[in-house]
């Protein structure tokens, strides 16, 4: 069967995105905008989105650096600490300015120093959240220097996720950027009832771990979780492309300028939002599944964050455009390659110079 040159959707949500703030969040900002109707956007600005107020403000600087006539919506998350305050945060969900609450481990990623340290101190928090039905977003990653870095996600769901879902059968969560088919299977156990779903990236779709030693180190394809196996990247596809509900598009777009990247001891994240959905469309058209991205990237999230499904709709086209090599001072994803899907409302990306300043 020929594939379509042309793909109608209705327009998607990113469920897992990084905007930064100040210059950065300007210049990255309309790539994500142009795509997508909504997005969670992720709390780990230094310092961290851990109440009310500052997630009130950063999402006024989102709507202020918005392009105009953009109908864009950031949906905004809290960082979870060993001091969250239940109290703080159910405020915070039942005036509408937290949809979820972020959880990283301490120290497992980028801007994640003040993330949990012991997931005892926070149970009175998971049981407010577990009472009022509001989501956990988890970067589940174990942070012990014992374990493998490429095991790391294994084992955290072995330690950490299978005795919380247990200690919480109520609790909703979503496993962000899942990377094994260990992880595909664990929330294939849980999804019953929409209660766990999982994002999953674009670049984990289409990399597996040999990038990152292409002819040498590769610090631009470098993100964490880091790529697995080329095993698990196929499981990854399977799962995205099979029409599930409990799986869902988060593109987890981290952009860094490049001396953050190209350093002794280079920052991780992947910047994929110049592509954000195109990325996509090539993996499914590659998977023979292009009617089944609609589901993936536009009605599954929405069914988990129980929302409605954005309202217009969004076209391709298959027709080939270069990745600039560098933009705002950040090397995009696939930079200086082919992209075969080319949005029709966005003209061609531009090479563009390094911001004036560093987020």
């Given at each position: 069967?020929?594939?379509?040159?042309?793909?109608?959707?209705?327009?998607?949500?990113?469920?897992?995105?990084?905007?930064?703030?100040?210059?950065?969040?300007?210049?990255?900002?309309?790539?994500?905008?142009?795509?997508?109707?909504?997005?969670?956007?992720?709390?780990?600005?230094?310092?961290?989105?851990?109440?009310?107020?500052?997630?009130?403000a950063y999402r006024?600087?989102?709507?202020?650096?918005?392009?105009?006539?953009?109908?864009?919506?950031?949906?905004?998350?809290?960082?979870?600490?060993?001091?969250?305050d239940p109290d703080?945060?159910?405020?915070?969900?039942?005036?509408?300015?937290?949809?979820?609450?972020?959880?990283?481990?301490?120290?497992?990623?980028?801007?994640?120093?003040?993330?949990?340290?012991?997931?005892?101190?926070?149970?009175?928090?998971?049981?407010?959240?577990?009472?009022?039905?509001?989501?956990?977003?988890?970067?589940?990653?174990?942070?012990?220097?014992?374990?493998?870095?490429?095991?790391?996600?294994?084992?955290?769901?072995?330690?950490?996720?299978?005795?919380?879902?247990?200690?919480?059968?109520?609790?909703?969560?979503?496993?962000?950027?899942?990377?094994?088919?260990?992880?595909?299977?664990?929330?294939?156990?849980?999804?019953?009832?929409?209660?766990?779903?999982?994002?999953?990236?674009?670049?984990?779709?289409?990399?597996?771990?040999?990038?990152?030693?292409?002819?040498?180190?590769?610090?631009?394809?470098?993100?964490?979780?880091?790529?697995?196996?080329?095993?698990?990247?196929?499981?990854?596809?399977?799962?995205?492309?099979?029409?599930?509900?409990?799986?869902?598009?988060?593109?987890?777009?981290?952009?860094?300028?490049?001396?953050?990247?190209?350093?002794?001891?280079?920052?991780?994240?992947?910047?994929?939002?110049?592509?954000?959905?195109?990325?996509?469309?090539?993996?499914?058209?590659?998977?023979?599944?292009?009617?089944?991205?609609?589901?993936?990237?536009?009605?599954?999230?929405?069914?988990?964050?129980?929302?409605?499904?954005?309202?217009?709709?969004?076209?391709?086209?298959?027709?080939?455009?270069t990745m600039p090599?560098?933009?705002?001072?950040?090397?995009?994803?696939?930079?200086?390659?082919?992209?075969?899907?080319?949005?029709?409302?966005?003209?061609?990306?531009?090479?563009?110079?390094?911001?004036?300043?560093?987020?």
């Amino acid at each position: 069967m020929t594939a379509p040159h042309t793909l109608t959707l209705r327009r998607p949500d990113d469920w897992h995105l990084h905007l930064r703030d100040g210059e950065m969040l300007r210049a990255v900002l309309p790539a994500s905008a142009a795509r997508f109707g909504r997005a969670i956007v992720m709390p780990n600005l230094r310092p961290p989105v851990t109440g009310v107020a500052e997630a009130l403000a950063y999402r006024e600087r989102i709507v202020a650096a918005l392009p105009s006539g953009s109908r864009f919506r950031p949906l905004m998350t809290c960082y979870a600490t060993d001091a969250a305050d239940p109290d703080e945060i159910e405020r915070g969900w039942s005036d509408g300015v937290f949809a979820a609450v972020k959880l990283y481990p301490a120290h497992a990623t980028t801007n994640s120093d003040h993330g949990v340290s012991d997931f005892s101190r926070i149970v009175p928090l998971l049981e407010r959240m577990q009472s009022l039905g509001m989501p956990l977003l988890v970067h589940g990653e174990v942070t012990d220097p014992a374990v493998d870095m490429f095991d790391r996600e294994a084992v955290f769901i072995e330690r950490v996720l299978s005795p919380l879902l247990a200690a919480l059968p109520r609790l909703r969560l979503v496993f962000e950027h899942v990377t094994t088919a260990q992880a595909v299977a664990f929330v294939r156990a849980h999804a019953a009832g929409g209660r766990v779903g999982a994002t999953i990236t674009a670049h984990h779709l289409l990399i597996n771990r040999n990038a990152m030693f292409a002819g040498g180190l590769r610090p631009h394809a470098y993100c964490l979780p880091v790529a697995k196996r080329e095993r698990h990247r196929k499981a990854l596809v399977e799962a995205a492309t099979s029409g599930e509900a409990a799986f869902f598009l988060g593109t987890d777009s981290a952009p860094h300028p490049v001396a953050a990247k190209e350093s002794a001891c280079g920052c991780a994240g992947i910047f994929t939002a110049p592509a954000g959905l195109e990325l996509y469309a090539e993996v499914f058209e590659q998977a023979g599944a292009l009617d089944r991205l609609e589901a993936f990237a536009s009605l599954n999230g929405p069914r988990f964050y129980r929302l409605p499904p954005n309202d217009d709709t969004i076209t391709l086209v298959r027709r080939p455009w270069t990745m600039p090599a560098e933009i705002a001072g950040v090397v995009p994803f696939r930079a200086g390659e082919e992209i075969a899907w080319t949005l029709t409302e966005t003209p061609p990306l531009a090479e563009t110079p390094p911001l004036a300043e560093t987020p």
